[in-house]
């Protein structure tokens, strides 16, 4: 029997090993284990993982600590482990009830952390690392895992494009480094990417963030953004575990500005007619029209958005092989009207490692993703601007009765129209053209297809006696295939205007048209190192790693559009449909670059207590010039530990105490493709120069040194980490432009700019678990001194539509007039603007600051930087906790000293048209002496179309970004634990910001999608 069973082992595949367990169990006498497991104070222990070592079989403790296995009679030993507490192994020794005490886990700073190829203990890292809390991010629960990060770590800003469904998550490590890419490298099992949107958050084991150069000059070239690493999860031995979690969540608009109805706006603008122009009123004439509506257009505009996730985990193994499968799908429609809106996605993921022997593994980590975003205008011209925009006295449909009538088309578009004509009335200038926004919410179809795969192989061999050295090759793939397909479809009355051929359509889309866009990204790396792991006479611990990376990349795309179809439902909706004599077009492009790299990094531990560590990468990128192909990227750091000196042994209550000092220097390689070319084109046989190329075109430099300080308290129950950092990034590039002599020509990119980021950084972590009652707090803050320190002589400024890059402040600064009031009357203006003949300003109108003091608000001398959209002070605070069978999480997150442009407020409130305003606008300047905050309400220039400080506003904000409440029940018959839980997401917000949601990324807030506040309501079985 026992020959069966040696000859079944030596079988070096991990299926048979279920096979084995059966024969066993048949075999052998099944005998009965029971027990209960708790810490030393007596609360009992739930989830603990009870196994027999070297075997599948294996179970998990109730949520009263309790467990009860079946063993075979040669059983000699059970394993005891959960997260928190020492593993712990016991002899059964014939016995059928053991019960054991788990001692709690204290040693954070001997947890492994993964860093630049390789991972480390804690205790030894010497650069500014910080590692996501993986039990917090559980329970925040995101479409796009790069919001879990959001107020978990100290100087890592993470903020939304916007609330719509899959759209895009900007991530700032340390501050705007760059006027060009400022975007982190991510680091998925070993492969880098530029995106994760496509990951799974219920498959991430562990998120690492790598902020200043010691830490990420091993990733050299690509790494000045900073570096997020994450690793996936994988099987583990023991028997097959099932994990199942499900939650439904409904969504909902907050923070919408109030409106003014109808009545109020007839009175606004009749008040703005009579403050304008003298004579017969239109507006006073026209209250009380029969088809007038009262629109709320912001509540006819949203509804109430739901969201399903589903996950499905299996992981399990022997000694020899692990597995893990996961699939997940989410699914999220959004707030706005008609489900056009929606953002889906499938997962699936499938991870196998093997020990082939007891040296040498390999495996492999395959993830498949399809998303589809049903795009829909959700930043600049937005449906939300447009619903703002809209008079509320035009209703959301016409009148069945009303001659323009259709039912494809039953939506109002322009004010009041008849076909006699599209101003008749004067309804056009009185109520002003805009569009309808429910209109175009009906006939959005713009979908956003991306089907990609991304995963790697591995094999690993450890040579010399104890496996000290260690060589690895790893390739990987990220493939990703996308497909554009956007349908205009014309909608909307006659304006009279198009061509001849487009007579008698509507003004919306005209004439109606498709455009498709397919193409493919292919990166393949390819990666080997070599790592060498010592311990010396229990004294001297030294690492090395050397290593090479390839890395290709290759994109191309093809692309078509046709106007006038003819028949427009979903079945015609194809190129081939469209017309085939007029306004046709193709396009085809692609683009590839590549990447070789040399990497070695050493360190060395003397007695615990002293540590440095060296790292250096050459790149060589095909985005330079071969005078300038390679860059070389160092960094030196260094630590002590202070506590494990002599002369610190009897502060009890000091568990540890570690400075770091680090220096390096990082790299940027994310520039566009051939930038230092001559582009040169041919028209009719003439041949032009569109670009002057650089040769001497060289790599972007971020030069960083950093200060850190580790303190842990009372056994590391508390645990603080101080840093101050200096970021300097120079040789940015700048397009400099030419003189008019050499003719019409782009830009050419020159090694020109230079910017600074300071900063100080703060995190707390406490932790009690001595008692039933379990809690946790982690609270950071980060501050930011963000400035521009050169720029290139023939340019020295960079102007936007609202914002100013110039030396001595931040980076797109808000550069405008300063509001100081409002002009009282005819005398105040005279006297304050005593240098301008003849002023056109009236009381009533706002009041700039003379900067110069000349009597003049001229645009050179007047202007100044009014705000600045890169905040100084990020911040989150968690709090977790559980008792018995219950849970509590809760994340707070916010920023401050930040700027937002509010362009909704001032095409809203301030324009000179007639679109709908806030019920700010009642406190508006009605005479001298009524206030000197509001001007005067108008339909001429006031002097609200200067770009000035009344619209730059502060968008700092405090926000309860989650909490969730959570029960487990007792464990139930063929269940190991189930879960119920509600979640809370954006509950409230405070903030002084007058916009929909001041956590956007655009400079210039035209009225962007909001974040939803939402429900989740969820359950997870562990089988």
């Avoid at 029997?1 to 079944?8: D, G, L, V």
Wanted: charged share 20%; net charge negative; hydrophobic share 35%.
């Amino acid at each position: 029997m026992k020959k069966i069973t040696k000859n079944i082992t030596k079988l070096k595949r991990g299926i048979l090993g279920l096979v084995f367990t059966f024969f066993t169990s048949v075999v052998f006498g099944q005998v009965n284990i029971s027990g209960i497991v708790t810490e030393p104070n007596g609360t009992s222990i739930p989830g603990v993982t009870v196994v027999v070592p070297g075997t599948t079989i294996g179970t998990m403790t109730d949520m009263d600590g309790k467990y009860l296995l079946q063993v075979t009679e040669d059983s000699k030993q059970l394993s005891f482990s959960c997260i928190g507490y020492k593993k712990l192994v016991v002899p059964i020794d014939g016995r059928t009830t053991i019960n054991v005490i788990l001692q709690n886990e204290v040693t954070d700073i001997d947890e492994v952390i993964v860093v630049g190829y390789s991972a480390r203990k804690k205790s030894s890292l010497t650069g500014a690392i910080s590692t996501v809390d993986m039990t917090d991010m559980e329970k925040v629960r995101v479409s796009n895992v790069s919001q879990a990060m959001q107020g978990q770590i100290a100087g890592v800003q993470v903020t939304s494009s916007s609330g719509a469904p899959g759209d895009p998550v900007q991530i700032r490590i340390r501050g705007e480094g760059t006027i060009g890419n400022n975007n982190p490298l991510y680091i998925i099992d070993g492969i880098p990417s530029r995106d994760i949107t496509f990951l799974n958050q219920a498959d991430i084991k562990s998120m690492t963030v790598l902020k200043d150069a010691a830490a990420a000059a091993i990733y050299g070239s690509r790494a000045s953004g900073g570096v997020v690493l994450i690793t996936t999860k994988s099987g583990t031995k023991g028997k097959t575990n099932v994990d199942v979690d499900y939650y439904y969540g409904i969504h909902n608009v907050s923070n919408l500005p109030t409106m003014l109805n109808a009545d109020q706006y007839m009175n606004v603008t009749e008040k703005a007619w009579n403050n304008t122009y003298t004579g017969s009123n239109p507006y006073t004439a026209d209250k009380g029209r029969s088809d007038f509506g009262d629109t709320d257009w912001l509540d006819e505009l949203f509804e109430q958005g739901k969201s399903q996730d589903l996950q499905f985990t299996a992981s399990g193994g022997s000694d020899k092989v692990q597995f893990l499968m996961s699939l997940g799908y989410y699914n999220q429609n959004g707030i706005v009207v008609f489900n056009n809106d929606k953002y889906q996605r499938l997962n699936y993921r499938t991870n196998i490692n093997v020990d082939l022997t007891n040296r040498f593994k390999i495996g492999t980590n395959l993830q498949i993703s399809h998303s589809t975003q049903d795009k829909i205008a959700a930043k600049g011209e937005s449906l939300i601007r447009y619903a703002m925009l809209r008079a509320p006295v035009i209703p959301v449909y016409k009148d069945v009765n009303d001659p323009t009538y259709s039912e494809r088309d039953p939506f109002t578009d322009m004010p009041f129209y008849t076909q006699d004509g599209y101003d008749v009335g004067l309804n056009r200038t009185m109520y002003e053209m805009v569009g309808n926004p429910i209109a175009k919410a009906f006939f959005t179809d713009d979908k956003r297809k991306i089907l990609k795969t991304f995963g790697n192989v591995y094999g690993e061999y450890a040579f010399l006696k104890d496996k000290e050295l260690k060589f690895r090759i790893n390739l990987g793939i990220d493939h990703s295939f996308f497909h554009n397909k956007a349908f205009y479809e014309n909608y909307g009355d006659d304006d009279g205007g198009g061509s001849d051929i487009d007579k008698g359509l509507g003004r919306q889309n005209r004439p109606n048209s498709l455009n498709e866009e397919r193409g493919e990204a292919l990166t393949v790396t390819f990666n080997n190192t070599l790592n060498y792991t010592k311990t010396f006479n229990k004294k001297h611990d030294f690492s090395a790693l050397a290593g090479t990376e390839y890395i290709n990349n290759y994109a191309s795309s093809i692309g078509a559009s046709r106007k006038r179809f003819p028949y427009t439902t979903d079945e015609f909706r194809y190129l081939d449909y469209g017309g085939s004599e007029l306004d046709l077009w193709n396009s085809g492009t692609a683009s590839e670059w590549a990447l070789f790299s040399f990497f070695s990094s050493a360190s060395y531990v003397f007695d615990y207590k002293y540590m440095v560590t060296a790292n250096i990468r050459a790149d060589a990128s095909s985005r330079f010039a071969k005078n300038n192909r390679w860059g070389y990227f160092p960094s030196v750091s260094a630590g002590w530990r202070i506590d494990q000196e002599k002369f610190m042994s009897n502060i009890d209550w000091l568990t540890n105490l570690k400075l770091r000092v680090s220096w390096g220097i990082l790299g940027n390689q994310e520039i566009d493709n051939y930038t230092y070319l001559t582009l040169i084109s041919q028209t009719d046989g003439i041949v032009k120069t569109d670009r002057f190329g650089n040769p001497d075109l060289k790599w972007e430099s971020t030069t960083q040194s950093n200060i850190g300080v580790d303190i842990g308290l009372f056994n590391n129950k508390l645990a603080i980490t101080a840093e101050y950092f200096n970021k300097n990034t120079s040789d940015i590039l700048l397009p400099i432009g030419l003189p008019s002599v050499v003719g019409d020509v782009q830009p050419t990119i020159l090694n020109a700019g230079e910017v600074s980021n300071k900063g100080f950084e703060f995190s707390l972590n406490f932790r009690n678990s001595d008692h039933e009652f379990k809690y946790s707090i982690n609270a950071n803050f980060a501050t930011l001194n963000n400035n521009v320190e050169k720029l290139h002589p023939n340019l020295p400024n960079i102007s936007g539509d609202v914002t100013r890059t110039t030396v001595g402040q931040p980076l797109n600064a808000y550069y405008g007039y300063r509001m100081i009031g409002i002009y009282q009357n005819q005398a105040e203006i005279d006297s304050y603007l005593s240098g301008t003949v003849n002023p056109s300003e009236k009381p009533g109108d706002i009041k700039f600051k003379d900067v110069n003091g000349d009597g003049i608000i001229s645009p050179d001398k007047d202007r100044e930087f009014i705000g600045s959209p890169i905040p100084t002070l990020t911040y989150g605070l968690s709090f977790s906790s559980t008792y018995k069978g219950f849970d509590f999480f809760m994340l707070f997150q916010g920023v401050e000293g930040v700027d937002r442009y509010n362009d909704g407020k001032k095409i809203v409130d301030y324009d000179t048209r007639p679109f709908n305003y806030t019920t700010a606008i009642l406190g508006a300047w009605d005479g001298e002496g009524s206030t000197n905050t509001m001007p005067i309400v108008a339909f001429y220039d006031n002097g609200s179309s200067k770009v000035s400080s009344i619209f730059v506003e502060d968008a700092s904000y405090l926000r309860l970004k989650n909490i969730e409440i959570g029960y487990n029940l007792k464990s139930i018959k063929g269940i190991q634990d189930m879960r119920f839980y509600i979640s809370g997401q954006n509950l409230f917000t405070i903030t002084n910001y007058t916009g929909l949601d001041p956590e956007i990324t655009d400079l210039m807030d035209k009225g962007t999608y909001p974040l939803s506040k939402a429900f989740l309501f969820g359950v997870n079985f562990k089988f």
